[in-house]
């Protein structure tokens, strides 16, 4: 008896012994967790200057790796600086800001004009415009003789998404009235009737919707083209690679994080483009639509680029190759080391 006794109490010792060891090794390993945490935050972190040319739709990914801490828990302090792309040229180029958040027109006019720009990561390679129209037309047919408005000019990216758009279908641009009007314009000339269509996108087109015009044609669908994504120097795709996709990183990472979180991602919108909840969740749908899976620049994308640049006129005479205004390798490692799967 009295050995069972004593053999029991020799277990319970020994399972104590096993419990502490078990506790002291759970403390070992998060005091571990803990310093390495510390000692990451105290490491100083790289300043970069990043221009973005609006708050809007396309600077999502940029506005959630900030705010998400993505930049910071890969090295990076980042400042973003508000700027048109015609003064984030001549500001890159002298050294004053670091990196562009975008890929669209500006710089790349700026690549055909010689100057050592790239586009290295695009967070859409589908534009968000949809064709509205009043409700009595019911196919893009019936729009032909008719009046159709585009923001900005003729030639800018409304104008030549459109014509790319109606060229894929098999139909001449020139069987419509197409006019540029300026974006606050839109709604108004369509519900005055002098507009019979226009090509919107969000938030516009939503309120379009809401005031009863038909969408007859998903632009967006039609045309591959690039908006939003990163614009860097070639002297720093050579200088500085690994700071280039850490930027990279961060900024996939935040789409990807948008695309998971629904709800993470409307509370951004609402806070930071001031929409509604039936604005946002509206013009989520429609982002998720246009992002690009993989974030690399692709032929296709750019060649439009330059096909809107030259529909305005400019830089007729060039034939650039994709290499003049793109370098998709930092983009592509970036990819794999996240683990997408390449074709």
């Known amino acids: 008896m009295c050995a069972r006794f004593v053999g029991i109490a020799g277990n319970m010792k020994l399972k104590e012994?096993?419990?502490?060891t078990r506790i002291l090794c759970g403390l070992a390993i998060l005091l571990a967790q803990v310093f390495v945490s510390l000692a990451t935050a105290q490491e100083p972190k790289t300043k970069i200057r990043i221009s973005n040319s609006a708050i809007s739709v396309t600077s999502l990914a940029l506005l959630a790796a900030r705010d998400w801490k993505l930049f910071y828990e890969r090295g990076l302090d980042p400042e973003i600086i508000l700027m048109s792309p015609a003064l984030t040229v001549p500001a890159m180029i002298s050294g004053e800001i670091d990196y562009f958040a975008g890929v669209g027109p500006g710089v790349a006019s700026a690549s055909l004009s010689g100057l050592p720009f790239r586009a290295v990561?695009?967070?859409?390679?589908?534009?968000?415009?949809?064709?509205?129209?009043?409700?009595?037309?019911?196919?893009?047919?019936?729009?032909?003789?008719?009046?159709i408005g585009v923001t900005g000019s003729l030639g800018a990216t409304n104008h030549v998404s459109l014509v790319?758009?109606?060229?894929?279908?098999?139909?001449?641009?020139?069987?419509?009235?197409?006019l540029a009007l300026p974006p606050q314009e839109m709604l108004r000339s369509l519900e005055s009737g002098f507009l019979d269509a226009a090509s919107l996108n969000p938030p516009t087109l939503f309120m379009a919707q809401k005031k009863g015009f038909a969408?007859?044609?998903?632009?967006?669908?039609?045309?591959?083209m690039p908006g939003g994504g990163l614009t860097v120097l070639a002297k720093d795709i050579k200088?500085?690679?690994?700071?280039?996709?850490?930027?990279?990183?961060?900024?996939?990472?935040?789409?990807?994080?948008?695309?998971?979180?629904?709800?993470?991602?409307?509370?951004?919108?609402?806070?930071?483009?001031k929409m509604?909840?039936?604005?946002?969740?509206?013009?989520?749908?429609?982002?998720?639509?246009?992002?690009?899976?993989?974030?690399?620049p692709t032929r296709a994308g750019m060649e439009n680029l330059v096909k809107s640049i030259q529909a305005q006129g400019r830089f007729t005479d060039k034939k650039p190759v994709f290499s003049d205004l793109a370098y998709d390798r930092l983009a592509t490692e970036v990819a794999k080391e996240l683990g997408y799967k390449l074709p």
Do not use: C
């Open 276 to 296: 509604d909840q039936e604005s946002a969740a509206s013009t989520y749908e429609v982002f998720l639509k246009t992002l690009s899976p993989d974030g690399i």
């Open 215 to 224: 969408n007859i044609l998903d632009i967006g669908s039609l045309v591959e």
């Open 239 to 273: 200088g500085k690679p690994d700071e280039v996709k850490r930027v990279i990183r961060a900024m996939q990472s935040a789409k990807d994080l948008m695309k998971k979180s629904k709800e993470k991602s409307l509370e951004l919108m609402r806070r930071i483009l």
């Open 121 to 147: 990561w695009v967070s859409s390679d589908r534009v968000s415009y949809s064709l509205m129209a009043h409700s009595k037309f019911k196919t893009i047919q019936e729009l032909k003789g008719k009046k």
């Open 17 to 20: 012994a096993r419990l502490r």
């Open 164 to 178: 790319i758009a109606l060229e894929k279908l098999g139909i001449s641009p020139r069987e419509f009235n197409i």
